[in-house]
């Protein structure tokens, strides 16, 4: 279930913003690993109502002080490319305040590097993410195929010194690049798929489904002809046994009549000798 959140005031929206005015994306290789690994997400904790999945969403660690806010101080932000937060109700949200989210940070954040993006900039998101709790971080350079992982231990995000196979321990998904690209696997081994391969996989399951229905129903009628087949034998050996039954039965009809004329005649004889009668002399 969708939790439906309070929105917000206007003294809010005017203090957090909802956008900060960048772009989603600089290019359509980091829009389409963005969308993959959020897509992917989602469908991962598709069944928890309490694990919270966005991209380029702004997060908002720390509420201003009335005093900030008179000094007119900006507020520390910043927009991961895709964020989890677990322990928090999936829901529609313009921002992340986690002020009003049970003061729960956010456990994991991507980043899909862009020719757009500076060092500093970079240097700024990892610290604003090693301060504010983040517990799992990871970047990835298209352009050279480079990915890097941190992991929190007590207070610093630690580099992981190998990502080729990584699991990540609080999402359980598994990292590659050894196809020249960034690919996740869920825990069940099925990879992080676009929304153009979602649907051609769905396509394809529904041909492999209809293919089987279709097979099954061949083999329905197959079942059928040669079990027709078996009652056309069986009928013709019936009608078969009927008729040697029948021929059988005339045979011993004939025999006994003739039997029984054979018996007849004989009796007759032996009547006609018993008179003296000669039955050469019969004419």
Not at 69 to 90: F, S, T
């Amino acid at each position: 279930m969708v939790q439906q959140l309070s929105p917000l005031s206007l003294e809010d929206k005017f203090i957090y913003p909802d956008s900060d005015g960048k772009p989603l994306a600089d290019n359509t290789t980091q829009l389409r690993l963005i969308f993959t690994i959020k897509g992917g997400l989602d469908a991962l904790f598709k069944d928890r109502n309490d694990v919270f999945v966005a991209a380029d969403l702004l997060w908002y660690p720390v509420q201003l002080t009335k005093q900030q806010i008179l000094e007119q101080e900006e507020p520390e932000k910043q927009a991961p490319d895709v964020m989890v937060v677990l322990g928090r109700p999936k829901g529609d949200r313009g921002s992340y305040m986690q002020w009003k989210e049970d003061n729960i940070p956010p456990q994991v954040a991507f980043e899909i590097l862009s020719p757009g993006n500076k060092k500093k900039d970079m240097d700024t998101k990892f610290k604003f993410y090693q301060q504010h709790g983040i517990q799992e971080y990871y970047l990835y350079n298209p352009k050279k195929n480079r990915l890097q992982g941190w992991l929190r231990k007590g207070k610093k995000l630690e580099e992981i010194s190998r990502m080729e196979g990584w699991t990540s321990p609080l999402l359980g998904i598994k990292f590659s690049t050894s196809e020249e690209d960034l690919v996740l696997f869920h825990p069940t081994g099925e990879r992080f798929v676009d929304f153009v391969e979602a649907i051609e996989q769905r396509d394809r399951e529904r041909l492999e489904k209809e293919r089987e229905r279709l097979e099954k129903e061949r083999e329905k009628q197959r079942a059928s002809l040669a079990e027709n087949e078996r009652d056309r034998e069986r009928l013709e050996k019936n009608i078969e046994k009927q008729r040697a039954d029948l021929a059988e039965a005339e045979q011993r009809q004939t025999e006994a009549a003739l039997a029984e004329e054979k018996k007849k005649n004989k009796q007759l004889l032996d009547r006609l000798l018993q008179l003296g009668v000669d039955p050469k002399d019969i004419p």
